[in-house]
């Protein structure tokens, strides 16, 4: 049973970094991409960051390129998303899951496993 587990979630002031990890388990991790995906009430769940298998290619929305980068150890099961210059804009539960192949997507159709969400809350 493929697990994945945020973590670092919180408040923060608006300016400020914060970085998220998500722990996986119950299948190669390195065999599979890995995104960050937010939601903010009353909005819809939206793209925010993915890597590849090896972390060679990376991708990213725009309202978070310059940002925001996604990491992953694959020896520790962990992708990361370090953020910076965080905007009140970007108060959203945060998920992450696990794609079905190795390359990134940005289409959440494309991963079969998420995450329970860690709070992001990004105070003015």
């Known amino acids: 049973q493929v697990q994945l587990v945020e973590s670092g979630g919180g408040l923060v002031q608006a300016g400020g970094p914060l970085t998220l990890s998500c722990a996986a388990s119950?299948?190669?991790?390195?065999?599979?991409?890995m995104g960050w995906f937010r939601q903010a009430p009353g909005k819809e769940r939206e793209f925010v960051a993915a890597i590849s298998w090896n972390g060679g290619a990376t991708y990213y929305a725009d309202s978070v390129k310059g940002r925001f980068t996604i990491s992953r150890i694959n020896a520790k099961n962990t992708v990361y998303l370090q953020m910076n210059s965080l905007k009140p804009e970007d108060t959203a539960v945060y998920y992450c899951?696990?794609?079905?192949?190795?390359?990134?997507?940005?289409?959440?159709?494309?991963?079969?496993?998420w995450g329970q969400g860690t709070q992001v809350t990004v105070s003015s």
């Open positions: 899951a696990q794609e079905r192949s190795v390359y990134g997507s940005r289409l959440s159709h494309d991963y079969d496993y």
């Open positions: 119950g299948r190669t991790f390195s065999n599979y991409a």
